[in-house]
């Protein structure tokens, strides 16, 4: 009965330590077994990676497994930031690192660094923070100065972050770095209140500019409209006196100008309430 007992137990350890022989590594991961704190190598003398599906290992071995896909990482922390700028503003900024270990860099990913996100975080966040202070509004910069200037161009602050990573960080911390995204960018409160002081001026100075020019545009339309109407009578009065001069010649062609003029006068002073006579024997 005691060989039996010994027997049951000697079988139950061999099933618990063959179960801890075996290790399953998921698609996008890689492991890499480690042997008393040294990582196992393969016959070319290269780090041995495990990919996905089931792997032995001896007991006393350990594995670290690493995840190929791309990770996202907060600078900072939860919190924003604060970072100051070329003019001393101080802003307060959000943003997020977005990188993937790379599979023949995993030796100085692994064994490289202690505290691999907080070194990489830290690291971006001292890139960012150079860049943003290295960005100067130019001299009669519109609205807003330098930060104006790192709201309109954030795009080419992360850009001349990722082309630095790209150039000197890849092989050193054996990362592929994918962007820096500057999330939100807030500044201090008594300029958000200034700039928002300053655009509704500059809204309302604006509105009352375009009321302005349409009124200016419909008085000018409607002198211009005024010029054609009294261009128009003074034409058709001056063909009026054309004609009527026409006939007046003809009528002295035909020498009764003198009779019509009387008749006309006659037929003024008949419709006259009041009739004025000037004596010229008196002068």
Wanted: hydrophobic share 45%; charged share 25%.
């Amino acid at each position: 009965m005691f060989v039996t007992g010994i027997l049951i137990g000697v079988a139950v350890f061999l099933v618990w330590k063959a179960r801890d022989s075996y290790f399953r590594v998921e698609e996008g991961q890689v492991a890499v077994v480690t042997r008393f704190g040294a990582a196992r190598h393969g016959p070319d003398g290269q780090l041995w990676l495990a990919g996905p599906g089931l792997h032995f290992k001896w007991s006393f071995e350990e594995v670290r497994v690493v995840s190929l896909r791309e990770q996202l990482l907060t600078l900072g922390g939860e919190a924003a930031e604060q970072v100051m700028l070329s003019d001393g503003t101080v802003i307060r900024l959000q943003s997020m690192l977005r990188y993937a270990p790379r599979r023949d860099g995993i030796a100085k990913y692994l064994f490289g660094l202690h505290h691999r996100k907080e070194h990489v975080a830290g690291l971006f966040s001292s890139l960012l923070r150079n860049e943003i202070a290295n960005v100067k509004a130019a001299k009669g910069e519109d609205l807003g100065g330098a930060f104006a200037l790192v709201r309109r161009d954030r795009g080419l602050v992360n850009q001349r972050i990722a082309d630095f990573a790209r150039k000197e960080l890849g092989d050193r911390y054996g990362i592929d770095f994918q962007a820096v995204d500057v999330t939100d960018i807030h500044p201090p409160d008594e300029l958000a209140d200034a700039l928002n002081a300053v655009m509704s001026a500059r809204a309302e100075a604006d509105a009352t500019r375009f009321r302005a020019e349409s009124e200016c545009a419909q008085k000018v339309l409607a002198a211009e409209q005024g010029v054609k109407i009294a261009a128009a009578k003074g034409a058709a009065v001056e063909q009026e006196i054309d004609e009527l001069g026409k006939h007046l010649g003809s009528l002295q062609k035909a020498g009764v100008l003198e009779a019509y003029v009387a008749r006309r006068r006659a037929e003024v002073l008949a419709d006259a309430r009041t009739l004025f006579v000037k004596d010229g024997g008196a002068a």
